[in-house]
């Protein structure tokens, strides 16, 4: 079973910049897709970006230009740098990553908080 931790939350305020890392163990191959998510406050979860073993990498409209997705697969990382935040980027982001041998099973991390101040 793959396990995720996520990393790199914290305060920043409008127009500031921070980089999560999403680390994942139990498995000795890289997952084909690994993605971040949020969920703010009283709203739905939303995929932000998610990016590929080959690289493709796809992005929330409104997130694009102001955030980059990146993998480590030999460290078997996943990272989100956040540049431009504001306000509404407000949220707990989760790492997601589907299992190695059955892309039909996604595993999630705890999450971490992401706030930002106007």
């Known amino acids: 079973q793959v396990q995720l931790v996520e990393s790199g939350g914290g305060l920043v305020q409008a127009g500031g910049s921070l980089r999560l890392s999403c680390a994942a163990s139990?498995?000795?191959?890289?997952?084909?897709?690994m993605a971040w998510w949020r969920q703010g406050l009283g709203k739905q979860r939303e995929l932000v970006a998610d990016i590929t073993s080959g690289g493709r990498t796809n992005y929330a409209d409104s997130v694009k230009g102001r955030f980059t997705i990146s993998r480590d697969s030999a460290k078997n990382t996943v990272y989100l740098q956040m540049n431009s935040l504001k306000p509404e980027d407000t949220a707990l982001y989760y790492c997601?990553?589907?299992?190695?041998?059955?892309?039909?099973?996604?595993?999630w991390g705890r999450g971490t908080q992401v706030t930002v101040s106007s």
């Open positions: 139990g498995t000795d191959q890289s997952s084909d897709v």
């Open positions: 997601n990553a589907n299992d190695p041998y059955d892309t039909s099973i996604t595993y």
